[in-house]
């Protein structure tokens, strides 16, 4: 089922804050596609999925499935299912009368809803656990009962809310993966809230990074972390470096005039000469090399995107080491380069470097 939100706004009755919990949000994700919301604590992912799932109603816009305008349908009438972490499921119950209550509701016959359930329960793998009750089951086991429940029940689209937030961080990269397959695998589309870029980065189709309200940028984890839109979007993914600067020669790749030297990044708008920019680029991609005594004086002259620096920090992270660098006039701007540890350069706090990047790393944001 493709869901499409079509310029929705929401602004909870009552509210004191004097920003809608959503404004104008539109966004059209396709069937069978697993879909994330990102953005920090607040900024209206919970709302988004509530009003999805028909929970709450939108103040402003139109809800389509499949094209059909659902708005004004109830719940009930929708055909989505939240599914929680642990408490989705009724601890009274076998497994199998979970799994057979949305078909026992909708007045399926005895033998047509066992089979139903039944064959439910095999597609996650949980078929020789029907007699079980809730607590015989490990947290991931619950999870897949309470999707076989939920696809008995007819239901044409997963909403999850953040559902691994109360395990441990072990359990949760293991669920994710597990989680990944069994959702892929079920070909139902589904929408995923987390505040975790991580989480979200390793197992999105595509990603909707929000922030106060909005959604601030969509695309394919690789899009949204190399191609961020924003400064905000570049910081919420990862690790960035930023340096402000202007454009001195327009194009792309463009050419920007920065307090420490001329860099070139990468401009796909093309904006004109002197516009005000950042250039953000991520730790992993910074090179980095002890400098060379000529070139000291005559600051970074002849290499593209070459910038002095001085080391003030090394951590040693296990499989990379992280340096942190500073600027000799501007000893405020701190860029971090992130190199793997294999022991073959061993560079010290105080040492001069070099830090280089090729210009398709170099991203330009609006300043
Ligand atoms: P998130 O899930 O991203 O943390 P929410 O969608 O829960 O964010 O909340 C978005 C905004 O709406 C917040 O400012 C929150 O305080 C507000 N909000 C959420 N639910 C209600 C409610 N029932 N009544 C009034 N304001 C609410
Ligand atoms: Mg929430």
Redesign the pocket.
């Known amino acids: 089922m493709e869901i499409a939100l079509d310029v929705v706004t929401k602004e909870?009755?009552?509210?004191s804050?004097s920003t809608p919990?959503?404004s104008n949000v539109s966004v059209k994700i396709a069937s069978g596609e697993f879909f994330f919301?990102l953005?920090?604590?607040?900024?209206?992912?919970?709302?988004?999925?509530?009003l999805i799932a028909g929970l709450?109603q939108p103040t402003a816009g139109r809800i389509l499935f499949d094209g059909r305008d659902v708005t004004g349908l109830p719940v009930d009438k929708r055909g989505t299912a939240l599914v929680f972490q642990g408490y989705a499921l009724w601890p009274h119950m076998t497994v199998r009368d979970n799994v057979e209550f949305g078909p026992k509701m909708r007045g399926v016959p005895r033998d047509e809803r066992r089979r139903l359930a039944f064959e439910q329960l095999e597609r996650v793998e949980m078929g020789e656990f029907v007699d079980r009750k809730p607590n015989q089951l490990s947290g991931g086991q619950q999870q897949r009962v309470a999707l076989a429940r939920a696809l008995a029940a007819g239901t044409q689209c997963l909403l999850f809310?953040e559902p691994l937030s109360n395990l441990d961080a072990r359990l949760r990269l293991h669920m994710r993966d597990e989680l990944k397959s069994l959702v892929k695998s079920t070909g139902v589309t589904a929408i995923y809230?987390t505040?975790d870029q991580k989480e979200a980065l390793s197992m999105a189709d595509r990603i909707a990074v929000?922030n106060v309200?909005e959604i601030v940028q969509i695309g394919t984890p690789e899009e949204v972390y190399n191609r961020p839109a924003t400064r905000f979007v570049a910081d919420f993914l990862g690790e960035a470096n930023f340096l402000d600067g202007r454009i001195s020669a327009s194009g792309n790749p463009a050419r920007i005039k920065t307090p420490f030297g001329e860099l070139v990044g990468l401009d796909e708008r093309q904006r004109p000469d002197d516009s005000p920019v950042i250039c953000c680029v991520r730790p992993e991609h910074v090179r980095l090399e002890r400098a060379q005594q000529v070139s000291e004086s005559v600051e970074s002259s002849e290499s593209e995107n070459a910038l002095t620096a001085t080391i003030v920090s090394s951590v040693y992270l296990g499989d990379m080491r992280q340096y942190v660098c500073t600027f000799d006039a501007h000893a405020d701007t701190e860029w971090r380069a992130a190199t793997l540890a294999d022991g073959s350069q061993r560079l010290d706090p105080g040492d001069r470097v070099q830090l280089t990047f090729d210009a398709d790393r170099v991203v330009l944001l609006d300043r």
């Open positions: 909870y009755e009552g509210s804050s919990a959503l919301l953005g920090p604590s607040g900024c209206g992912k919970t709302t988004l999925l509530r709450i809310d809230v505040h929000m309200g």
